[in-house]
């Protein structure tokens, strides 16, 4: 599995920015995870590429949301995140990864997620 982000940059608190991540391979589970400069990096939001529900952390709910769509004739499938509303505590690195399990178990745990992107950064002011 491949996975490439973009769509990162730097915005004042109260914009919007969309990320986007690009995979092919066999996937049922797409994840975006983001790291502040000293912290532990944290589950965001998960989207379930087999029709289950979207999964999203407490801080992020109301002003991200996650989606994403297929092209099944490519096997490849592009995830979206839409983040609203943000504030500076959102800055840090943002991370997609892929997981052959559904969604439906830990959906923001780290550990289940096999492949990772190089991230790409989010700072707001």
């Known amino acids: 599995v491949q996975l490439v982000e973009s769509g990162g940059g730097s915005v004042q608190a109260g914009g919007s920015l969309r990320l986007s991540c690009a995979a092919s391979?066999?996937?049922?589970?797409m994840g975006w995870f983001r790291q502040a400069p000293g912290k532990e990096r944290e589950g965001v939001a998960a989207a379930d590429l087999g029709g289950g529900r979207e999964n999203y952390a407490d801080s992020v709910k109301g002003r991200f949301t996650v989606s994403h769509s297929q092209d099944t004739a490519k096997n490849t499938v592009t995830v979206y995140l839409e983040m609203n509303n943000l504030k500076p505590e959102d800055t840090g690195m943002y991370y997609c990864?892929?997981?052959?399990?559904?969604?439906?178990?830990?959906?923001?745990?780290?550990?289940?997620?096999?492949?990772w992107g190089q991230g790409t950064q989010v700072t707001v002011s």
């Open positions: 391979g066999y996937m049922y589970c």
């Open positions: 990864a892929a997981r052959v399990s559904r969604c439906s178990v830990d959906p923001l745990r780290r550990a289940p997620y096999g492949n």
